[in-house]
């Protein structure tokens, strides 16, 4: 592990019900708190390439939406490598989180998300497990069909960032 990748990071778990046209999952969505040490140079490099040896490919930067939106099909992973948000998950009766540089989320498939503010520098580097491809869903579409997609979507085999042993593995299996 690259040492500054924090080894304990504080890990908030949280599972969301559905709410609204938003299926959201049984399994909880994961918010690890300060996962990357802020003095590394190139943050944004660093989350992609972890999460590429773990795996989760498929990635890109950008930010987070600032509608609710879910994936049926695929977990996602994001890692701020840039200022700071508070994103709700779950729909519009979810719960906020406060995220900032050095904080990962990872949102199971049919977690609906959505960045309530963000400072003017706010990024995060997204991927998938085993880089799969993603839909995009805002909740007006047929939520049955979206729910076989989530109950059809593997787990993840590795942690995007701490691999085997890592607090998704002890959360999710």
Not at 5 to 27: C, D, G, M, Q
Request: glycine share 8%; aromatic share 10%.
């Amino acid at each position: 592990m690259p040492q500054n990748i924090n080894p304990n990071p504080e890990v908030i778990t949280e599972v969301l019900e559905s709410s609204y046209s938003f299926p959201n999952n049984k399994i909880p969505a994961l918010v690890y708190k300060s996962a990357i040490m802020e003095n590394s140079a190139d943050m944004a490099a660093l989350f992609e390439e972890e999460f590429q040896q773990h795996n989760w490919r498929n990635s890109w930067r950008n930010g987070i939406f600032n509608y609710h939106h879910y994936h049926s099909n695929t977990h996602e992973v994001l890692g701020i490598y840039s200022g700071s948000a508070k994103v709700q998950l779950g729909g519009p009766d979810g719960k906020a989180f406060d995220v900032a540089k050095g904080d990962m989320i990872v949102i199971p498939a049919g977690v609906a998300h959505k960045n309530l503010g963000a400072s003017s520098d706010f990024a995060c580097v997204g991927a998938y497990p085993n880089g799969r491809n993603y839909d995009m869903n805002d909740g007006s579409e047929d939520i049955s069909i979206r729910q076989e997609n989530i109950r059809k979507t593997p787990l993840p085999e590795t942690d995007p960032l701490y691999g085997d042993n890592g607090p998704l593995r002890k959360a999710w299996h």
